[in-house]
């Protein structure tokens, strides 16, 4: 069955490179008789940046800037569509099975889209107790997930050496076991904490068994934005720093961005080639997620903290799918050195979620078993496993369960797999490229 399937998506996938593209002649992709679809591209003024993404050229800012302008979403989402299929032509489609554990909502920050945090005299204040981590993790491998996502708000009071214990429990009780933790906002409130250089901070975690690190707290990686929607909060270039030395160490981490609010395109471009950038210097970044904010149903204004500063984000309206869909296609296009792009189902529900697909990502993201950060801000979606399997089914891919560093963990079912060649890896690119 898949293979029929697949056979339709080859010449699907192949529609860029054969009608609108000739990588081999160099010749006018479009030649002197033009479709009506054809035409409409070429007027687009977009053609030729999306033919050199396509061919695997880098894009400029000025070029990116003219994608996110432009409202081809069809054509920007064919390109994106295109070099999704040239990085992974494996018939595959990837899912995570983890958790999202968040120890504790008490927050030195004021992030003006987040309902989850709360000042640390608040009565609603939590810290998760061992017994209820443990209860969770075991909860999660017996539903057949590897990891938790493991994150909280920026915690006053507790030392760094409650981290590295919680660290070190976790994998004496769960050898195996991997803990995506601690954002860079987190990481580099740690080293306030503790006093220690970043560096230290981060060999110390990484020894007590911290295995990667998640993209939080990225938002737009612009010090502008970042000044006017967040206090207390990690700028820019310490948000890069957190991922730089956590590379260097050999670790892997994801990058976000978290779009739709008081950004400008063009600091959407600032913030991919910041990322890009990064990318290239080290090569650590697994993966790239990207999702509109998600307005709070009321401003989390918490007394005196929040008077008179910040915005309002309740009264942002919220990013259709157009804008997450073209947002994400361009993101594949511009990030030439990132081999993943997750689709966030998470907040744009079953439906986009699944079409992201087809407009740049290769992934499905996580099962998400738990998600109190979105759940708090009101919009959050819940598919169950067989739902995302299915999702990825229906369009012509074989779903396949992967790690956080997409290396495959089922079992392959097909001959051809990476797996069964002896790599059990997917494609991730571990090395600068352009
Ligand atoms: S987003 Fe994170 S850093 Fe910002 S207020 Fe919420 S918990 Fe704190």
Known sequence: MWKRNRRQHDLV???????????????????????GVE??????GIAHILDKAVAGERLSGDEGLRLLESHDLAAIGAAADAV??????????????????NYSNACTAVCDFCAFYRPVDHPDVYVLSREVLFEKIEETIALGG???????????????EWYEELLSDVRTRFPGFNVHGFSPPELYHFTKISGLPLRTVLQRLKDAGLGSLPGGGGEILVDRVRKLITRGKVLTDDWLNVNRVWHELGGRSSATMMFGHVE???????????????????GGFTAYICWT????????WFGKHREGVGVDMSKLPPAGAFEYLKTQAVSRLYLDNFANIQSSWVTQGEKIGQMALMFGANDMGSLMIEENVVAEAGTVYHLS??????????????????????????????????????GNALPVLNSPVG
């Open 13 to 35: 996938g192949r529609w860029w490179f054969q009608r609108s593209f000739s990588v081999k002649t160099k010749r006018s992709p479009f030649g002197s008789r033009l479709t």
């Open 293 to 300: 904010m998600q307005p709070p149903n009321e401003p989390p």
């Open 146 to 160: 590897d990891q938790i996502l493991l994150q909280g708000g920026l915690h006053p009071k507790l030392p760094l």
């Open 84 to 101: 999704t299929r040239r990085l992974h032509p494996e018939p595959y489609r990837t899912y995570n099975i983890d958790r999202n554990v």
């Open 385 to 422: 496993l067989e739902t995302i399997r299915r999702c990825i089914r229906e369009t012509g891919f074989e779903p396949r369960q992967r790690n956080v560093f997409y290396e495959y963990v089922d079992k392959g079912k097909s001959a051809g797999c990476a797996a069964e060649a002896g």
């Open 39 to 44: 035409r409409r591209i070429r007027l687009s």
């Open 264 to 282: 400008t395109l063009a600091e959407r471009i600032e913030h991919l080639e910041r990322l890009r950038q990064l990318q290239d210097e080290t």
